[in-house]
């Protein structure tokens, strides 16, 4: 079968297709996945050029997330069946409750091999279903962004319906925040360093838009949009030159999720900007299989279709990779493995 691995990490060139012998006979818990598509994270394109702060191995499958199809199932699994359509669980270990060292690991795509192959074989208890109303494209989307945008809405303190959320950026975890805060009856605010974008985030459904570049103090502009009180909650992805400005966006007793860092992970934060006003951080983790599932049933019960930017072919992953590392994209980037 084919298989992308990363041969060298000076680049994009070192994702290379091999030939892989597939997994010979199932383990009673195993299951064997055809794979139909993939969807890209930053963390893949930081593993693929060197820039991933943690160790990976040599040789290495990339990629977390997809959507496929069970071909064959281990004697001792019931809960799957050939021809289930399913996903993959961003970890493998966080099956429920809050996590632990064990339960975030390992990771596919850099501990282990991830998903850019035309068969995976894994454990039975490492699949969610697709729920019934999205196609294989527009599900792979989901282990990572979807359930990192579910768990910063809703796992932390409750946010009422008519909660002002703001999401920073118009990439696949706010895109697809905008989408779930929108079906639980939220005002969403969202930045944009286009106004393009920002005229797509509208039409998705945001309340108010405010383009970063052309505003750069645009944590006044979210004060100005809320009338003066600020934000209940802020999606934060974008780290060292935006971590400050959202806290103060935020409304007295407000929280932010602190999820990522498209602009760097250094820089300083002072402290008392969270105690005088009464505001929380949280930090982000994806999420467990159990918020998976509720992420799920949101995006059945609302008929949520994850907003695909582009589809590539298996044969254009460089260029998959590369339309990620651009940033031009809104919303999430797919591979299709197999039609
Ligand atoms: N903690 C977790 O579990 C977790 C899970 C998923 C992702 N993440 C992290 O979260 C971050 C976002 O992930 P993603 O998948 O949504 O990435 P993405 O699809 O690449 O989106 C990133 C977007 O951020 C915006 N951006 C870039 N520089 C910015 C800046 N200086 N200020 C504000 N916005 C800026 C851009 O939007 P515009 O083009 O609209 O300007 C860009 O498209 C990444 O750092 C990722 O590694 C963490």
């Known amino acids: 079968m084919r298989s992308i691995q990363i041969t060298s990490n000076e680049g994009l060139a070192g994702l290379t297709f091999v030939e892989r012998e597939p997994a010979a006979q199932l ?3 195993q299951v064997r996945v055809k794979v139909r598509a993939v969807s890209l994270n930053q963390r893949d394109v930081m593993i693929a050029t060197g820039k991933y702060p943690r160790a990976v191995k040599d040789g290495v499958v990339p990629t977390s997330d997809f959507s496929g199809e069970i ?6 699994v019931s809960e799957w069946q050939p021809g289930d359509r399913v996903m993959s669980t961003f970890y493998q270990n966080w099956q429920d409750g809050t996590c632990s060292p064990e339960k975030v690991l390992p990771n596919y795509g850099s501990d282990v091999d991830g998903m850019l192959q035309e068969e995976v074989v894994l454990d039975a208890s490492c699949l969610a279903r697709v729920p019934g109303n999205l196609d294989f494209i527009h599900a792979c989307t989901l282990p990572c962004a979807g359930v ?3 768990n910063a809405l809703f796992g932390g303190r409750q946010l009422d319906p008519g909660s002002t959320v703001l999401l920073l950026g118009t990439g696949g975890v706010s895109i697809m925040a905008l989408q779930l805060a929108k079906a639980a009856g939220m005002r969403v605010l969202i930045t944009s360093s286009s106004d393009e974008k920002l005229a797509r985030a509208r039409e998705l459904g945001a309340h108010g838009t405010i383009n970063y570049r052309s505003t750069p103090e645009w944590q006044q502009e979210v004060k100005r949009l809320t009338g003066g009180r600020g934000a209940d909650h802020v999606l934060e992805v974008g780290g060292e030159q935006t971590v400050t400005r959202s806290v103060e966006s935020l409304a007295m007793g407000g929280s932010v999720a602190i999820i ?4 760097g992970f250094t820089g300083q934060f002072d402290p008392m900007l969270l105690f005088f006003g009464a505001k929380q951080m949280r930090g982000i983790l994806v999420g467990s299989k159990a918020m998976f599932r509720q992420l799920c049933a ?3 019960t609302a008929d ?3 907003i695909v930017d582009r589809v590539f072919e298996f044969e254009q992953v460089v260029d998959a990779f ?3 590392s ?3 994209h809104f919303g999430k980037v797919v591979i299709q493995v197999a039609k």
């Open 27 to 29: 383990t009673p818990q």
């Open 71 to 76: 071909l064959e199932v281990g004697e001792g």
């Open 148 to 150: 990192t945008a579910w």
């Open 260 to 263: 990522g860092g498209v602009s």
């Open 298 to 300: 949101l995006i059945e």
């Open 304 to 306: 949520i279709q994850p």
């Open 322 to 324: 590369d339309y990620l």
């Open 326 to 328: 651009s940033g031009t």
